[in-house]
């Protein structure tokens, strides 16, 4: 545990608590199991440190079942009889916006359950949920930081092992995809084809690192191509209210805003090519398109993200295949390995995405065939 705690990525940000950590850890070690640890007035003395750190310092070694505290008690060393006391993993997030989506992440994580016998608990954002007792670690996926004072939501104890799905939280390991390396691929593939005015598409005013990642992808590959990017290249997608309760949101702001930017400046840009946020924003980006008399490719070429399967008579967009269920069963299994190993506390996971080339990406108008 000790290199583990050494290692930690996320510990690391905060080297004083790390420090405490590994110090408080080494008390530990020097007990029995279920025996009792010194006074927290005592252990603030011996250690040096401050009532907070020491207070931080116990709760992460409770999140590794390290230790174990009791209320106007004390701490003691926690035993492996502890661990996995229900079998069961919360998974929480807000409802899904597609069924294929999250459809595929739950489903990589009930088969990791299953095949080490233990249940999955579905936990929506929108409902009241106050069993944590039931939960032995959670899977999150959250916009936002979960433990932020003026969200209203079910949020896990600080002390509940628990990892987060795509989206970055501070002070948590991530199990996410490389949305970076997606949207890098994706604008290449457009430069290839011989584009060099390529829009951007994509959501604002959320807290998604994963799509500030796949903006950066995106810039850095203008960038290497020697273009200068021009902010009127880039429009702001918003879902509205009245729209968050559809399966198919992000379709209608799709088609919504790419409707608005043909009426303003569109043509003025000359942009030839359109990456958007995901493939739902995709197809209704295509909407607008063909509404306005465009035809997809052969007047602009459009992208998506994630590898969803088309609905029956779409063309095949080109996109990004997110490994939505491998990543839902590599998290379910990490987060199984920590409850089983305190010294297999995970770190932050990027798992690989791949190019998929469909119909909706060609040569930009006019260009010359070799």
Not at 160 to 182: E, H, K, S, V, Y
Not at 197 to 219: D, F
């Amino acid at each position: 545990m000790m290199s583990t705690l050494h290692d930690d990525k996320i510990l690391g940000q905060r080297p004083r608590l790390q420090e405490a950590c590994i110090k408080l850890h080494g008390i530990a070690q020097q007990l029995k199991a279920d025996e009792k640890l010194p006074t927290m007035v005592e252990l603030r003395d011996q250690l040096g440190i401050s009532v907070q750190t020491l207070n931080d310092a116990v709760r992460e070694l409770e999140k590794r079942n390290i230790l174990r505290c009791v209320r106007g008690v004390g701490i003691y060393v926690a035993s492996q009889r502890n661990r996995f006391v229900t079998g069961n993993v919360g998974f929480i997030t807000a409802s899904p916006r597609r069924d294929e989506y999250w459809g595929l992440v739950v489903s990589g994580i009930r088969e990791a359950l299953h095949q080490r016998d233990c249940h999955l608990l579905l936990i929506d954002t929108n409902t009241e949920f106050d069993r944590w007792e039931k939960v032995d670690g959670a899977l999150l996926y959250f916009s936002q930081n979960p433990y932020s004072p003026h969200l209203q939501m079910p949020r896990p104890p600080r002390e509940l092992p628990a990892l987060t799905l795509l989206n970055r939280i501070p002070q948590m390991a991530c199990i996410q995809t490389d949305d970076f390396g997606g949207t890098y691929q994706l604008t290449q593939h457009l430069l290839e084809l011989g584009h060099r005015r390529i829009a951007y598409l994509a959501a604002a005013g959320v807290e998604l690192s994963m799509l500030e990642e796949r903006k950066e992808g995106y810039h850095r590959a203008l960038q290497e191509a020697g273009i200068e990017f021009q902010s009127r290249w880039m429009r702001k997608l918003r879902v509205h209210k009245e729209w968050e309760k559809s399966p198919f949101k992000y379709t209608m702001a799709g088609e919504y805003y790419m409707r608005h930017w043909l009426e303003e400046d569109w043509r003025e840009l000359g942009c030839t090519a359109l990456v958007t946020q995901n493939d739902d924003a995709a197809r209704g980006a295509m909407a607008a398109f063909a509404a306005a008399g465009m035809e997809v490719p052969r007047d602009v070429s459009v992208t998506g993200f994630d590898g969803l399967p088309a609905y029956p008579g779409m063309q095949r967009l080109t996109t990004i295949q997110v490994p939505l269920f491998d990543l839902g069963k590599y998290a379910a299994n990490s987060l199984l390995d920590w409850l089983a190993d305190p010294m297999k506390a995970p770190s932050d996971v990027r798992l690989p995405t791949r190019l998929i080339e469909g119909q909706t990406t060609a040569p930009p108008p006019g260009a010359v065939s070799e």
